[in-house]
């Protein structure tokens, strides 16, 4: 069964203070490993796919990176409107033929002004 | 564009009752997904929708039910409300049974309270 473990559960940092988020995973075949940000009552929102160890990818203040093992979300110089929920999700093959994304549950980031 | 569209937004229902909970995928998606987000916990997966057809199934018991119609939209029924069936119910659409480039493209998820 694929598993995927989020740490810290809730993490709270200065304006500026930078960080990483942890996202372990056991899954068999793995193809791709997605971030999303979710803010409060809304639906999770895509950020980034990586799909190899090694890999990385950044957006604005965000860089996702990959191991064969876990993947991180390095926050650099955070602001306030970061404060939110992010998600990390393994897709691999289910049966039938499809792929069906499991969820971690989740890092709550609050920044601070 | 609209994204995927989701109604209604607040539900408040009685233990036993049933619910209908309604989807409309994003522009060019056919398969729909429903994920059940309880508060503080990661979206759990209930099931998959996929020319009209139930495409797989997550750990969830027979009270959950759905339907996907020739337009691409869906419905989630439970029925014989539970208060544990209290939470955030998300849909998401994508294209063909993936693999997902750029995952699922959710809804904003209608918020269901039971009492």
């Known amino acids: 069964e694929d598993q995927v473990t989020q740490s810290p559960e809730a993490l709270r940092l200065q304006e500026g203070e930078s960080s990483s988020l942890n996202c372990s995973y056991t899954v068999s075949g793995l193809r791709g490993l997605f971030w999303y940000r979710q803010d409060p009552g809304k639906g999770p929102e895509f950020l980034f796919t990586?799909?190899?160890a090694g890999e990385e990818k950044e957006k604005e203040r965000l860089k996702a990176t990959l191991t064969k093992k876990e993947s991180f979300l390095h926050i650099t110089a955070p602001k306030p409107e970061d404060s939110a929920t992010y998600l990390c999700?393994?897709?691999?093959?289910?049966?039938?033929?499809?792929?069906?994304?499991?969820f971690g549950r989740g890092t709550s980031l609050i920044v601070h002004p | 564009d609209a994204g995927v569209t989701q109604s209604p937004t607040h539900l408040i229902k009685t233990r036993g009752q049933q619910v209908t909970l309604r989807c409309s995928p994003k522009?060019?998606?056919?398969?729909v997904s429903w994920y059940q987000q309880a508060l503080g916990q990661g979206p759990q997966f209930i099931f998959q929708?996929?020319?009209?057809?139930?495409?797989q199934r997550g750990n969830f018991p027979d009270r959950f039910s759905g339907h996907q119609f020739p337009n691409y939209s869906s419905e989630l029924n439970v029925n014989a409300l539970l208060l544990g069936d209290s939470a955030l119910y998300l849909c998401?659409?994508?294209?063909?049974?993936?693999?997902?480039?750029?995952?699922?493209?959710f809804g904003s998820g209608t918020r269901l309270t039971v009492v």
């Open positions: 990586l799909y190899s």
């Open positions: 522009s060019g998606h056919d398969t």
């Open positions: 929708y996929y020319e009209e057809e139930e495409r």
């Open positions: 998401a659409s994508s294209s063909g049974q993936g693999p997902y480039s750029y995952g699922y493209t």
């Open positions: 999700a393994v897709q691999a093959p289910a049966s039938g033929g499809s792929y069906i994304p499991t």
